[in-house]
């Protein structure tokens, strides 16, 4: 089993920069796509951004391209997100996510992923 542990999270001002991370215990064998993903009351979980583990490709949601970037630590088995010019939009709860896959990829869709974080609560005040 794979565990996942959100933290870093916090209320910002709107244009505000906070990195959260994610790090990874339990049998992490072989290779995952990872995920951050974001979610408010009443709506959907987000997609936000991926990033194979292994070969370090990463996706990112339209709306987060150019202020949100992906980082990730082997060693500690910790997935970072910084994240930049933040806007109001952007609070939600955000989530990690892994699922182990065979190839190159990265996954953008919340039913793809087995382990998820806690989460952690992102506040934007405009």
């Known amino acids: 089993q794979v565990q996942l542990a959100e933290s870093g999270g916090g209320s910002v001002q709107a244009g505000g920069s906070l990195r959260v991370s994610c790090a990874a215990s339990g049998r992490t064998v072989g290779n995952y796509a990872m995920g951050w993903f974001r979610q408010v009351p009443g709506k959907e979980r987000e997609f936000v951004a991926s990033i194979n583990w292994i070969g370090g490709d990463t996706q990112y949601a339209e709306s987060v391209k150019g202020r949100f970037t992906l980082s990730r630590d082997i060693d500690k088995k910790t997935l970072y997100l910084q994240m930049s010019r933040l806007k109001p939009e952007d609070t939600g709860i955000y989530y990690c996510?892994?699922?182990?896959?065979?190839?190159?990829?990265?996954?953008?869709?919340?039913?793809?992923?087995?382990?998820w974080g806690q989460g952690t609560q992102v506040t934007v005040s405009s």
């Open positions: 996510a892994g699922a182990k896959i065979l190839g190159w990829n990265t996954l953008s869709g919340s039913n793809e992923y087995d382990y």
